[in-house]
């Protein structure tokens, strides 16, 4: 969670019709463009470093640049999303990894979406869902071996997007995460905290160095992370919420 630097890119106009699992109406361009600027503003003041990437109007979800590649300090991974109308996000996000990292591998078979991968100190533990296959995440153990780092295959709750829907690192030692996925027992290890009942989407906040980024919609989990210490700072997603995006979703990190 100490990051020196985060790659976003801007909302094309296009973003509104973003892929989402149930329709609540599509999320209006200027909201998206307020609360992703709000992001980029919040998370420089966090202490990194921040490139902007150019918005993509062939691809409407391209905002969530966690999901086409996987980035660490010693290299990056590009990924396979298993959206058909998010493949060629990969592409585009390639040239860029390749100027700012020495070394870039390819997922060379399967399906895998970066939103569907926590990284932790000792392992990178990769959710199952409707977009990583077990291919995928097979082949991603793979490539992870070879930056050193060793990868594990957990399940994703049904009906799920990503793994990282339900969970976030907020420190070496604790996760915050939902009662569905806690459940599963992947946790094993680590303290969890619990995201109150109906506010499950809050699950996805973002530490960032000393503060903890949480969803605004979401007071009761904000009131629960501050009373365990944390430096809790709110953050608008209502409209990018409406395409089951988060905070995590929206930046590569390293
Ligand atoms: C999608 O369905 O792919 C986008 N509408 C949302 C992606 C959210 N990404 C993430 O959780 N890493």
């Known amino acids: 969670y100490r990051f020196d630097s985060f790659i976003v890119r801007t909302p094309s106009s296009s973003v509104v019709n973003g892929l989402r699992a149930d329709d609540r109406g599509n999320p209006t361009y200027a909201g998206v463009l307020a609360e992703h600027a709000a992001y980029i503003h919040a998370v420089s003041r966090a202490g990194v470093e921040v490139t902007v990437l150019p918005p993509l109007e062939a691809f409407p979800d391209s905002i969530f640049v966690e999901d086409p590649a996987l980035v660490f300090p010693e290299g990056a991974i590009l990924l396979r999303p298993g959206a058909p109308t998010r493949a060629g996000e990969t592409a585009e ?3 860029v990894l390749k100027r700012l990292f020495s070394s870039v591998l390819d997922l060379p078979r399967g399906y895998a979406d970066g939103g ?5 100190q000792n392992s990178v533990m990769i959710g199952l869902s409707a977009r990583t296959n077990r291919e995928g995440a097979e082949a991603l153990i793979e490539s992870l071996a070879r930056l050193g780092r060793k990868g594990e295959i957990v399940e994703t709750p049904k009906d799920v997007l990503h793994f990282k829907t339900d969970c976030s690192l907020l420190d070496e030692e604790t996760v915050l995460t939902t009662e569905r996925l806690e459940r599963s027992g992947v946790f094993k290890g680590f303290r969890t905290l619990l995201v ?3 506010e499950e989407a809050a699950a996805n906040a973002l530490r960032v160095n000393d503060v903890v980024f949480v969803g605004s919609d979401y007071p009761r ?3 629960l992370l501050a009373a365990k210490g944390y430096d809790v700072v709110p953050l608008r997603t209502t409209e990018i919420g409406k395409i089951d995006a988060g905070l995590s979703c929206m930046s590569l990190r390293w």
């Open 93 to 95: 996000i390639a040239p």
């Open 196 to 198: 109150p009942a109906g």
């Open 116 to 120: 569907d991968v926590l990284t932790t």
């Open 221 to 223: 989990t904000a009131e």
